[in-house]
């Protein structure tokens, strides 16, 4: 069955569901594509048929993050609210989840393949949570990057916005495993395999017994992050300051209000 949306490419088949980025040329995640995400994913986790969904973009981009108009403050309530929806039900899926990256793989995109159970990718894919740039923060890499790459390098990431390779974010526990671009399907291709021949149920269970943070303090602190960025990033000058900059084309001029 393939399915195909205005920003996704959906096809299951032999127990596998692959969602597929498509919002050219670098697969930004507007607001459109948040709502068709959540859509798909509360589909696919009522099909008893799919023990796994992986997440993919393209060749140049897994997804180079959320929309930055989404940013302002006319529109923050709403992508905070759209985006939250869509990490919740992948953090909560019963499913095993997989993304699989290529190129850039920032911001909001970093964050939705952090919070996958399994991540594959290219040798020479950019990751990176470049919103401090911005004026701004990443909330969900705030709240639970560092149980994936621990305190001091989750806080280098978000704090420094530093872009880093693949391989580095295999070393530092960001990803499962790094391949060479020609070779990351086929390494995804062979977990996948090695998946079907295991118990649906079992998987779901040793998902829910091991997952990296619990599911309720992992929504307890990505409301409170928030929230945060609602209430005190958004009104200083600064965070607007930095989405008009970009949206100008120009350098930001901090005032550190």
């Keep these: 069955m393939t399915t195909n949306n205005t ?11 692959r969602v597929r980025l498509v919002h050219p040329p670098l697969n930004i995640i507007d607001l459109a594509m948040m709502d068709q995400l959540a859509t798909a994913l509360r589909v696919l986790e009522s099909r008893d048929d799919v023990t796994a969904i992986v997440f993919s973009g393209s060749e140049k981009a897994f997804s180079a993050g959320v929309d930055i108009p989404a940013h302002q403050p006319d529109s923050i309530d709403a992508m905070l609210r759209s985006f939250h929806r869509v990490i919740s039900a992948v953090v909560t899926s019963h499913k095993v989840t997989i993304a699989e990256v290529r ?15 399994l991540v594959y990718t290219a040798r020479d894919a950019s ?45 530092i526990g960001l990803a499962t495993a790094a391949a060479r671009t020609e070779e990351l399907g086929l390494l995804v291709e062979d977990v996948l395999a090695n998946l079907r021949t295991l118990s649906a149920a079992a998987l779901r269970v040793a998902k829910k017994a091991s997952y990296a943070w619990d599911a309720m303090h992992f929504e307890k602190g990505l409301i409170r992050a928030e929230d ?9 000058e600064d965070a607007q300051e930095g989405i008009r900059a970009w949206m100008e084309k120009r350098p930001p001029k901090w005032t550190g209000r």
Aim: hydrophobic fraction near 45%.
């Design 7 to 17: 920003r996704l490419e959906i096809t299951v088949a032999d127990h596998v569901a």
């Design 103 to 117: 190129g850039a793989c920032l911001g909001g995109g970093a964050e939705l393949a952090m919070v996958c159970d």
């Design 127 to 171: 990751w990176g949570f470049p919103e401090i740039r911005l004026g701004c923060y990443p909330p969900v890499a705030a709240v639970g990057l560092s149980a994936l790459v621990g305190q001091k390098r989750a806080a280098e990431l978000v704090l420094t916005g530093r872009q880093i390779s693949g391989d580095h974010a295999l070393a």
């Design 228 to 236: 945060i960025y609602r209430n005190e990033l958004m009104k200083t």
